[in-house]
Structures are given as C-alpha cells and as structure tokens.
C-alpha cells in the first residue's frame, strides 16, 4: 500500500474520506478558517479557506468552524505545507446544531419578510404605472402615424401641439427606460435580499429553532513538530457574475474607451471579507464531454410490438435473476432481495467534469481581480474591474425613422487581439456625459471586428412622414375600375445639431409584393439609395449621407400600390 503524501512538502487529499478510529482518541485542534480565495463561475463558486497550526508530534484532528451548510461535500479537497513533516489519514464532515432561542428570531424575520413584502408590492405598483405611461406614449405614436386613438378621440390636436409631439415621445420614451431599467434593479435586489431571510426562516422552522454548522475534521498524524498552513477548498451554490461595460466616447478624438467589469453576487450565509477573486466563464455544473450522436432511425411504430418487447426484456430480465439466485422459496426470496436489486442493471451517467480553466484561454476565460474584494452575503452587487481597452474608430449614425424616431451612434471596432468579450450591458457615455445604455449582443473573440452601438444621440433628428396617401377611384361609366391603385409618398429628413459633420446611415422599405395580383409600381426616390436589398432584404433601402452642422437633409419616396378592388392586401 502506498503511503499518505506528508505536509512537509505539499499534501493533497481529495474527496471525504472514512475518518481513521484513532482520530476519536486523537488531540482535538479547533480553528476557524477565513476564507482567503473564491474562483466564481457563472452560477456557483468555489470557495478556499486557510488556516495556520502548530502542530507537535503524534495524531491529531483539526477541527474547522464556520463552514456554511449547502455546499457540494463531493468537491472538498484539503492541501498544505509547512516545517511539519505530516500525514493526512483522513478528512471528513460532521453536522453541529447550534440551539437558539428560536421565537424571538422567527419573530424577526417574520416582520423583516412582511416589510420586502411591503417594499416588493410597492415596487409592482410602480412597474404598472411604468406599464401605463408606457401604454400611452404607444397611443401617441400611433396617433403621429395618422390613426386616431380612442385616448384622443374626444380632442383633435393642433397644429402647434402636433409640432411638439416629437420631442414629448423622444423625452417621455428615454425617462421610461431609465425608470423601468432603476425598477428592475431594485426589484431584483430586494427579492435576493428576501430570499437569504426566507432560507434562514425556513431552516429555523424545520429545526425547531436549531441552526446547523458544519464543522470540517482534518485528521493528522505529525512525525516532525512544526507549523504547517491548509488550504480546504470547496464548491458552493447561490453565488454567480456576470460581464458589464462602460463605454466612454470621445467623439472629437475619435476613440471609445472600453472597460470591462464583473459584477458579483452571492447568498451562501456569510460574507466574503478581502477575498482574492478570481472570475471564471467555465461551469462546472455542465458536463465537459460532448454527448455523441448514435444512428438516426426512421420505423413505423407498432404499439403491440413495444409492448411484446417490453415483456420479453422483463422476462429475460427475471430468467437471468433465477439463473443467479436458483430456486428459492418466499423467505429465501425475501432475503435475497437487496442483493437482487443490487444485481438489477442501472443507468449510467456521464461523468461531469469541471475545468479548472487558465489565464491563457483554454477551455474558459479566465480574470483575476487586481486586489483583494469583499462581497457580502445579502445579494448586493460587487462591480470588479476586468480591463480597459482603447478602441480607435471612425464613427456614425444610423436611423430607422419608420421603427423609431431616435438616431443611433455606432462605431465599427476591432476587439483586441488579446481579449474575448462576453455580451453584456454597455454604459454609454458620450463626451463625459451618461446617454443610456446599450448591449454587445454576442461573444467577440480576439482581434474580431464588431459593431458597438453607443446609444442615442438627440442631436441628431430623424423624422418620417407621411405626405400623401391617394386612391384612385376612377369611375368607367358610373362604375369602379375592378383595379385599385394607392399612390404613398412619404418624407424622411434627417437634421444634425451637432457642431460638427456627421456621417448617416439612413434606412427605409419599400414594400414586396409575395402574389401575382398584387404590384408595387412607380416607385421613386428623389435621393437614388446605395442599395435597395440591404443584407439581402428585398425592398430595405439604405441611403449613406454626410451632414455638416445645422444641415438638414429630405429625401421623398413614393409608390403605388395596385390590387383588385375586392381583395384585401395584408401589411398596408
């Protein structure tokens, strides 16, 4: 049998192991172990406490305290090093339950679930009126779309209350996301911070006021006297990060700043004080084996046959079963069942295996923070600094005033060649000054080229606008023509504000035609488009235009729809 690894140089032992009969005969060492290290994945973490002993010569078990309840037992592993020339013989878990005076603490939380209670309500109240004032700005865009809605039917407008339906939208829409966006972020804080109370009331109520504390017990058998440090590391749930930028442009010079951060939580039941963190994509919750494709096949199914399958397996099954066990009689039956269920077959499952992942990219990224973090267990959120990188770039507008009023800063970037970016919400601040929010929709690996959308930007204005809408009810003798054409013009104007030249990538559609009976004819732009099947969309019509300051820019588009007259066009 080969000896146990001795701690005078680095011992390592994995798994909970039997703890040896002599440790009950053993010196007992109590020690509380801080937690010194946390490598945090997407949903969980694992979690490294330290503790340093003298240690002097024969056996002897550490005991380690303040272990919350909950975490994987099958991940701990236990190393160390020190003067002391040691053997590990074993490592294992014992349950304490610590007697409170439960009534007066269940009182507590019951009046502290009442209040998040009260505070989430409250928080509904808010979202549904967000949900009404939302409601009623769409009834506003669509009375600018010419259709009249029930909300203002009783009033028609003016002309100088129509002029100033553009920037009422434009500020009423941005205070609603910023509101709805604050909502959500205080709601979602509020109810992690109730989950923690809701546990800790749940576990007092099942244990009749008994909290539990796992205590960690390292046993050891010290040839040489010493000192020796242990690292005891473990994987805990109810902890996770995810990626979050800053973007800061500076327009005049021509480059974005961006900064990427990790934003951390966790529940496990105690706090996380000046913790060396390391972020981790890897999740070692999924399994690191591709599952393999086996043969697809195609059979008619025969129910009867399924069942006379089933049967013969199941009578196989019993006749392999009395070959093993023989001729038995009731009581002998019943005193081989254990072995029999023992011998019955059962599913295997893939092994799942957790990546350790490097900084140099392998199978995850990986990000260690700069200095030492501190979490606390409530569910409030730690922003970690990841990196900064300088991105140059030429940047432009883009607007679809048919789908929003708004023009949209973007910049066409190349990501570093050393760095993967995760998606993630972008914090936009356009020269120093905060314009809202936008998000990298996908994973940008290294040296990749990508668009990063920088927000809004009102001073830049884009506007559609329907001119005419004409029918052509010719009459041949007192009778309709059995064709109807509809003649659209519409107009879109682009004006910058800004006190310097910009470049607009404007886009529009044209409609198409998907029947034989319908037709789109006559179609005429008083400004030729770059293409008229933007990314090969038939009829997405993109126009590039440069606009100095306080230029304004118009382009008319029109078209004619013609169908029979009694057929009813679908999208107009």
Known sequence: MKSLPQLGLVAVFVGIAVVASSAAQADVIDADAVISQAVVYP???RITRTVKIELKEGAGSVQLKGVQPGFDENSLSVTGKGTASVRILGAGIKTDFIKDSPDARIKELETRLQAMD??????????????????FLQSVQLFTGNQLPKDLVTKVPTADELKGTMSFIEGESKAYEDAHQALNIKTREKTREREVVQRELNDLQ????????????????????GDVMLEISYTVPQVGWYPLYDARVEFDKGKAVLSSYAVVHQTTGEDWNNVQLTLSTARPSVSGRMPELDTWTLRPRIVRQYRDDAMMMRGMAQKSMAAKFGSLGEKEMADAA????????????????????????????????????????DGSEVRVPLNTQTLETAFEYTATPKLSPFAYLRSVVINDPKDQLLS????????????????IAKTIAPGEKFDLYLGVDEGVTVKRELLKEKSDDTLIGNIPSSTR???????????????????????????VSQDDKIKVVDIKTSLKPDTDKYLDHAGVELWTLVLQPKEKKVIIVSYTVEAPRDLIVEGL
């Open 338 to 377: 254990p072995a029999m269920a023992a011998a019955a077959p059962v599913r295997e499952e893939e092994v799942k295996i957790a990546y350790a992942g490097t900084e140099s990219s392998g199978a995850s990224l990986v990000y260690k923070a700069a200095k030492a973090v501190t979490v606390k267990s």
């Open 118 to 135: 009260d505070d989430l309500a409250v928080m509904q109240g808010e979202a549904g009126t967000l949900e009404k004032k939302k409601a």
């Open 43 to 45: 949903s969980s973490a």
């Open 485 to 511: 054409k509809i003649e659209y013009t519409y107009k879109l104007a682009v004006e910058n504000y800004k006190p310097r030249a910009i470049t607009m990538k404007l886009f529009d559609n044209i409609p």
């Open 206 to 225: 099942v244990s009749g006021g008994s909290r539990e504390r796992k205590v960690l017990a390292v046993d050891l058998e010290c040839e040489k006297p």
């Open 424 to 439: 993630g919400r972008v914090n936009v601040f356009l020269d120093g000054a905060y314009v809202g929010n936008s998000d």
